[in-house]
């Protein structure tokens, strides 16, 4: 008989719990219903945008071949994105990664994964690349940076380090926190 009366409590219990829990989701669905997703409104495969200066000349071109933008955040993630920078007088430059994130505005692009940082010459050849896994560029200041480890190959040398700033428009590279610099001898001839 003492086995059925605690059992008979048990029971009593947890009908008193489910009750009480009932009660308690159901006072808080009002409020999960007003919660903003994370979907997203649009997306295109294979993009490309092209803005333009205030000259109507090309200022950058950005590819990408997945895009998707989240209304709630105004913001926009990229699969496989490149971005190519121009610059007066001088051959673009491109930057491509794995993922990218444009906040609102376009102000601001963060590119994360396998991020690449390059120049070529007017042959085509490779003069300058930057190795990274993370940059912000900030395209109203045409400026780059990162505070992760960074590789830059140039014709004859290789510098590795921990930070970077890249300033577009006057083609220069600084490293916060240099590591190793190699520079190899110049060929005789």
Do not use: C
């Amino acid at each position: 008989m003492n086995q059925r009366v605690v059992l008979i409590a048990v029971l009593f219990v947890a009908a008193g719990a489910t009750t009480w829990l009932l009660r308690h989701l159901s006072a808080d669905r009002g409020t999960y219903e007003e919660i903003a997703f994370h979907d997203p409104d649009y997306y295109m495969e294979d993009f490309t945008t092209l803005t333009m200066d205030e000259h109507g000349s090309p200022k950058t071109r950005l590819y990408a071949i997945y895009m998707a933008h989240y209304p709630d955040d105004d913001t926009t993630e990229l699969l496989k994105p490149r971005l190519e920078i121009f610059r007066i007088d001088k051959l673009p430059l491109y930057i491509s990664a794995d993922r990218g994130w444009v906040t609102s505005g376009n102000e601001v692009i963060l590119l994360r994964g396998d991020v690449r940082l390059w120049e070529d010459n007017e042959a085509g050849a490779r003069v300058l690349q930057v190795d990274t896994s993370e940059v912000r560029v900030l395209m109203n200041d045409e400026y780059a940076e990162t505070d992760r480890p960074a590789t830059i190959v140039s014709k004859r040398s290789t510098v590795t380090g921990t930070g970077m700033r890249a300033y577009f428009k006057d083609s220069r590279l600084e490293v916060m926190d240099h590591d190793r610099t190699t520079i190899e001898p110049a060929p005789r001839g």
